[in-house]
Structure formats: structure tokens, C-alpha cells
T-cell receptor, first 113, second 117 residues
């Protein structure tokens, strides 16, 4: 069955370190997204991609980067982790088209000490 | 700018009560989509329903029903005869729609529903 996976599921790191969160989908979806979930804010969009080599900034992109070298993967990199980036991170993917639902990964809980 | 407001932060009910979760949205688009997702205590996000801006028919699926009203920019979700398994955080979301298949989602802050036995 097609799926979307994230790794690691839990990560503890220190301020200033570079961290990469992996996202892999086997749906063959063109569209991929990264969100962070914080209490009181719901899910906020960090970066998104509508195809290979396409990346775009979301509403909370500062301190994060992504690259899309193939259809299946969209890794999220925190260049220099900050305590404010402690959060739960969700990756999602969807087919093209505004009406298509996004399928979410299980989430990665990141703690920055 | 697009915005989704879920004014109810937390709702607590007793099993078998009916409960309505409110969702109000703002958009200047004439074509848009609205979604509801459920996040149970296990943490995953589960898609529940999608509605496009041209379809104002109410939707019923078992104990779940959705009331979409463009006149009030609302897309409310009702659970009839609630059960403990309905306990979750529920998110309403709006899809910005552009040509080329773009579908960014804007989420509300979520409503935490607790159903007590």
C-alpha cells in the first residue's frame, strides 16, 4: 500500500545544530508540504513543493529549508536549530489540483534544548 | 488574506450528546475548497471531508454531518450521539486554489473535543 513516512519520529537536539527531518511518500504525488503544529496555532505551513526542483516558502519558513531532487522525498532542514523550533512536524502529500486532500505522515516530535 | 477561525478551543460533552464544531473562513477566491481533519490522541491526521465552494449541499456520513453556508462563510461539523472514540482535535482547513494544481492548506487552530462516558 502507498504511504507517507517520516523519520525520525522523535528527535532531541541542541541549539545551533543542523537537523534534517526526512519525508518519503510512495503515492507518486507531485505536491508535498511541511507543516509545524503548535498549541493554539493549528498547523502552519513551512515549505511546499509542486514538483521536482520546485520549492516555495510558506508562512513560517524562516530558519528552514527544503530541496526536492525526486518525486518521493522532501527533506526539511533546520540550518541552526533554535528552541522556538521545538514542535511537532508533519509532512503531507497530494495529487495536483486544489480539491485534492493532503495525506499526512505520522509526524516528528522535535525538541531543541 | 485567507483565514480560518475555529473559535471553540475545547468542548467537553457526555457520551450520546450532539455536538457542533464551528468553522468560519475568509477568502477572496471564488473557487475554493474546505476540509475537515481529525487528529485522535495517537497524533495522526485523518481526512474527514472535502467541500468545494460551488456545492452547498449538506453532507451526512453516519453520525457525522456538515453544514456549508457561503452566506455566513461557515462550514460547521456536527457529531450526533457522540461517542468516546470521537475524542480528538478537529481541524477545519481552507485550500487556496491557483492554476497549475496548487493546493496549499490554511488550517484553523483546531477544536479539542472530549467525550466523557
Amino acid at each position: 500500500d502507498a504511504e507517507i513516512t517520516q523519520s525520525p519520529r522523535h528527535k532531541i537536539t541542541e541549539t545551533g545544530r543542523q537537523v534534517t527531518l526526512a519525508c518519503h511518500q510512495t503515492w507518486n504525488h507531485n505536491n508535498m508540504f511541511w507543516y509545524r503544529q503548535d498549541l493554539g496555532h493549528g498547523l502552519r505551513l513551512i515549505h511546499y513543493s509542486y514538483g521536482v526542483h520546485d520549492t516555495n516558502k510558506g508562512e513560517v519558513s524562516d530558519g528552514y529549508s527544503v530541496s526536492r531532487s525526486n518525486t518521493e522525498d522532501l527533506p526539511l532542514t533546520l540550518e541552526s536549530a533554535a528552541s522556538s523550533q521545538t514542535s511537532v512536524y508533519f509532512c503531507a502529500s497530494s495529487e495536483r489540483g486544489g480539491g485534492n486532500e493532503q495525506f499526512f505522515g505520522p509526524g516528528t516530535r522535535l525538541t531543541v534544548l | 488574506a485567507q483565514k480560518v477561525t475555529q473559535a471553540q478551543t475545547e468542548i467537553s460533552v457526555v457520551e450520546k450528546e450532539d455536538v457542533t464544531l464551528d468553522c468560519v473562513y475568509e477568502t477572496r477566491d471564488t473557487t475554493y475548497y474546505l476540509f475537515w481533519y481529525k487528529q485522535p490522541p495517537s497524533g495522526e491526521l485523518v481526512f474527514l471531508i472535502r467541500r468545494n465552494s460551488f456545492d452547498e449541499q449538506n453532507e451526512i456520513s453516519g453520525r457525522y454531518s456538515w453544514n456549508f453556508q457561503k452566506s455566513t462563510s461557515s462550514f460547521n461539523f456536527t457529531i450526533t450521539a457522540s461517542q468516546v472514540v470521537d475524542s480528538a482535535v478537529y481541524f477545519c482547513a481552507l485550500s487556496e486554489t491557483f492554476s497549475g494544481g496548487y493546493n496549499k492548506l490554511i488550517f484553523g487552530a483546531g477544536t479539542r473535543l472530549a467525550v466523557h462516558p
